[in-house]
């Protein structure tokens, strides 16, 4: 299982705007139709990884907890899907329905938003504040497949609540590992 960091994309970046397929609803759907009204969680992740398999239960848990705060989540793949096809459009919306995502699950089909967002690995995590500029990017938190160390969302949980409660994050930001994305050889 290969171990891929975040690349850490600088705090204070403006969000890259997207209009992407939502393999859930079947309609494409925009940033600025999908922007929370106190922050935004945009997550790259796909079905496959385990690095995400292990991570599903507390990113929904999460995404079900903050969202009567005004804060949006967003799913984007962004993987090959000639190579990886477990990862295809079709897989992800029966993906997204096993996991009860409550959030949409976009597919990235010609990866130009993982590149945009500088995104490396799967999951990715990266918040937004209301006006759509970067305030956290990294893990979720210490936990990864057969560590040990239980699942808890505490360095997202964190940056949602600095937020929320507008109050400075001071605690270190670690970059999330996971499986590398998936990149089209071209």
């Known amino acids: 299982m290969a171990r891929t960091p975040s690349n850490m994309l600088p705090l204070g970046t403006q969000a890259p705007v997207f209009n992407l397929f939502d393999t859930i609803s079947g309609k494409h759907l925009s940033l600025t139709q999908l922007k929370g009204t106190s922050a935004t969680v945009i997550m790259f992740i796909c079905n496959h990884c385990p690095f995400v398999i292990h991570v599903n239960p507390e990113i929904v848990s999460i995404a079900n907890s903050y969202a009567e705060k005004g804060i949006s989540f967003i799913a984007i793949s962004s993987n090959d899907v000639v ?14 329905k096993n996991e009860a995502y409550p959030f949409p699950y976009l597919y990235d089909e010609t990866q130009e938003i993982a590149k945009a967002y500088d995104a490396a690995c799967t999951p990715d995590f990266y918040v937004f504040d209301s006006n759509l500029k970067l305030a956290y990017r990294g893990q979720l938190d210490d936990s990864r497949p057969g560590n040990e160390i239980a699942l ?35």
Not at 83 to 96: F, G, K, R, V, W
């Open 83 to 96: 190579n990886y096809p477990q990862d295809s459009p079709e897989n992800m919306t029966i993906h997204a």
């Open 152 to 186: 808890t969302g505490n360095d997202l949980r964190n940056a949602l609540d600095c937020l929320i409660e507008n109050r400075d994050n001071t605690t270190q930001q670690k970059p999330s590992i996971g499986c590398n994305i998936k990149w089209i050889n071209t």
